[in-house]
């Protein structure tokens, strides 16, 4: 195996023997984030399948129970394995999110929210309906 091959693959596997939670887990093992169980551990969060977006507002701050209650860019410190598109994500949200507050109004009609877990992203089960005005 070459060293660029090797590298590849000592980058999604352990390299060193551990143990979590009672369980061993050997060295060259793939070890994978589980983000939505992570996202929905009620220890971190109140309600983790109601969409509640106050939970990270100042005065709750659920998102900062632990260094790992919420990590949707990647675990650790920023200067750590994080997601390669971390900041493009971070500003393309900011100003699509000015825009839309901005110059649209949103209406969401009673509808099933309910997620399907089993695909990678989730998305609701039924789609998300919503209506756009523009101001």
């Not at 990590?71 to 839309?100: I, N, S």
């Not at 949103?106 to 089993?118: G, M």
């Amino acid at each position: 195996m070459s060293k660029r091959s090797d590298h590849a693959v000592r980058a999604r596997t352990q390299r060193e023997d551990f143990e979590l939670g009672g369980y061993r887990i050997p060295k060259d093992w793939m070890v994978l984030w589980a983000l939505r169980e992570t996202n929905m551990w009620p220890a971190s969060f109140r309600e983790p399948s109601k969409f509640d977006p106050d939970r990270f507002g100042e005065a709750r701050a659920e998102d900062k129970a632990s260094e790992h209650a919420f990590v949707p860019q990647g675990v650790g410190p920023e200067t750590g394995h994080r997601c390669p598109g971390l900041d493009y994500a971070t500003m393309f949200m900011q100003l699509f999110a000015a825009h839309l507050v901005r110059d649209y109004e949103l209406s969401l009609p009673e509808q099933d929210t309910s997620y399907q877990w089993k695909i990678i992203p989730p998305e609701p089960k039924a789609g998300l309906a919503f209506q756009l005005t523009r101001r």
